[in-house]
């Protein structure tokens, strides 16, 4: 098994709405051997918080600081951007990063800060699926280098081509969120380049996941990341045996800038 990799998870919320202060947050942690940084990706949060910044010009500066940690949102709600924009925001981050940039996908929700409903977005679960599916095709077309002509039935993209591409090849990898045992969300994850389980209480439950995912991508699981967001404190490394290959400190919204720096100078899992 390889290694246990350590990234940074961090709202962008309060303390940590200054992509400046994030960028020097992952500049140190680069420093210190930890191996990604990634960031929420919300419009608002419930009380107390009330500073929320812009997850794409945080990982800009992300990527311009620092040269080898992996980057990305973590994760982004497809259903609520368009994705010829996204098409054109990831391929730019994925070039300014040197390839660093991994996009992380879910449906988002509207429970902690009303973003969904307060902007007229789409509420249902489902029909947010469809969306996010939807624009997963269009991102992988236009990944490609070659004209994109998707008539869809929530998005038309009608024969733009997106250039330059991607540094990475065939594209920037995915990962998808979901709840373990929810049989849509893990067969979109399998499609994929990884899985981000959301809400997961005990190793034995990834252990059940990650033999699902072996099955439904036929045990192609060589390059294939599962990624485990755990609070500080709990060991990582039975979520690790069970089959994750990265690891990400979890910190609640509106974290201090102190303690994400007390995390940080605890250090990667070893």
């Known amino acids: 098994m390889s290694r246990l990799r350590s990234a940074l998870w961090l709202p962008l919320f309060d303390d940590l709405a200054d992509p400046r202060v994030v960028a020097g947050l992952a500049a140190d942690a680069e420093e210190a051997g930890w191996d990604g940084c990634f960031v929420w990706d919300h419009l608002s949060w419930q009380p107390p918080v009330s500073r929320v910044a812009d997850p794409w010009i945080v990982l800009a ?3 311009t600081a620092t040269e080898r940690l992996r980057l990305g949102p973590m994760v ?6 368009r994705p ?8 730019t981050l ?5 390839g660093r940039l991994t996009l992380g996908v879910g449906l988002g929700g509207d429970r902690f800060g009303g973003e969904l409903s307060k902007t007229g977005e789409q ?3 489902r029909r947010r699926g469809r969306m996010l599916d939807e624009s997963l095709e269009i991102l992988a077309a236009a990944w490609s280098g070659e004209p994109v002509r998707h008539h869809g039935e929530h ?6 081509t997106f250039l330059p591409r991607p540094i990475q090849r065939p594209g920037v990898p995915v990962w998808a969120a979901g709840f373990p045992g929810r049989p849509r969300p893990i067969r979109r994850a399998a499609r994929l380049d990884g899985f981000f389980p959301i809400n997961l209480e005990h190793p034995d439950r990834l252990a059940e996941t990650v033999a699902t995912l072996t099955e439904l ?4 699981m060589a390059s294939y990341d599962i990624a485990v967001a755990l609070p500080p404190g709990v060991d990582p490394e039975p979520y690790a045996q069970a089959g994750a290959t990265w690891w990400l400190p979890e910190l609640d919204p509106g974290v201090p800038l102190d303690t994400v720096r007390g995390v940080l100078r605890d250090g990667p899992a070893r």
């Open 61 to 63: 500066a992300i990527a």
């Open 76 to 81: 982004s709600p497809l259903s609520r951007r």
């Open 84 to 91: 010829a924009k996204v098409a054109r925001e990831t391929a």
């Open 94 to 98: 994925d070039r300014l990063s040197d």
């Open 123 to 125: 509420l249902d679960d």
């Open 155 to 160: 998005y038309t993209v009608d024969d733009l």
């Open 217 to 220: 991508r036929r045990g192609e």
